[in-house]
């Protein structure tokens, strides 16, 4: 069954240094997105990526993220200089289309950052 | 932020035994996602429910979306310890590309 793979599966940073996260969405799904979850707290938004471009982005989505779609398999997230409050599970996810939102995730990334 | 209510956040019952849990929000959602989470893995999807007053059955457990699409909740008959896991109801609004997650019920169901 499809499935969408996620790298690392731990990556352990100091504070100020760029993370790349990186994820396969599944090959046939047009809508990629980015979510996290901080240690007992909900699952929050980050972005969605739709035709090359970013459709929407949370609060959380500043300056410092970015995402990339380098070579039409991988889907990048970028943190440029990590904080300590960046220290979490990021998971990415995919979907066919966006008639019912039903996504499909990734296992995560978890991200810690001293 | 559109914020999604669950209840209750933790429950803790007996195999055999039934259970409810609710996700409440004052907005009104194109569709709504029941999701399951185990430890250090991603949620995966339950089900979809798209129609105000939709029921929806999967094996023993029962979903049912609100008539004004604000709310939903989730019901499993007899639970078994594999039902063990964080529920999560997720939201999904038109023309929003993306999807806000209840606050979580974590249940544990004992052998």
């Known amino acids: 069954e499809p499935e969408v793979t996620q790298t690392p599966s731990h990556q352990v940073t100091q504070m100020g240094q760029e993370v790349i996260l990186r994820c396969v969405p599944i090959?046939?799904?047009?809508?990629f997105y980015w979510y996290r979850q901080i240690l007992g707290q909900k699952v929050e938004f980050l972005v969605s990526?739709?035709?090359?471009?970013?459709?929407?982005k949370s609060e959380i989505f500043d300056d410092q993220f970015s995402v990339e779609r380098p070579d039409g398999s991988n889907f990048t997230l970028k943190i440029r200089s990590t904080k300590l409050e960046d220290s979490a599970m990021y998971f990415c996810?995919?979907?066919?289309?966006?008639?019912?939102?039903?996504?499909?995730f990734g296992e995560g990334s978890r991200l810690t950052v001293l | 932020t559109q914020l999604l209510e669950q209840s209750p956040q933790f429950l803790s019952i007996q195999e055999g035994e039934n259970l409810t849990v609710y996700c409440n929000s004052s907005?009104?959602?194109?569709?709504l996602q029941w999701y399951r989470q185990e430890p250090g893995e991603g949620p995966v999807l339950l089900v979809t429910?798209?129609?105000?007053?939709e029921v929806k059955k999967l094996k023993r457990l029962t979903f049912q979306f609100g008539d004004a699409r604000k709310d939903s909740s989730l019901h499993i008959t007899a639970a078994q310890p594999g039902d063990t896991g964080l529920y999560l109801c997720?939201?999904?609004?038109?023309?929003?590309?993306?999807?806000?997650f209840g606050t979580g019920t974590r249940l544990t169901v004992i052998p």
């Open positions: 996810a995919s979907s066919p289309s966006w008639v019912t939102g039903e996504l499909f």
């Open positions: 090959s046939n799904h047009l809508y």
């Open positions: 990526f739709y035709n090359n471009e970013i459709s929407e």
């Open positions: 907005s009104v959602f194109s569709s």
């Open positions: 429910v798209v129609t105000g007053g």
């Open positions: 997720a939201g999904a609004q038109t023309g929003a590309n993306n999807l806000f």
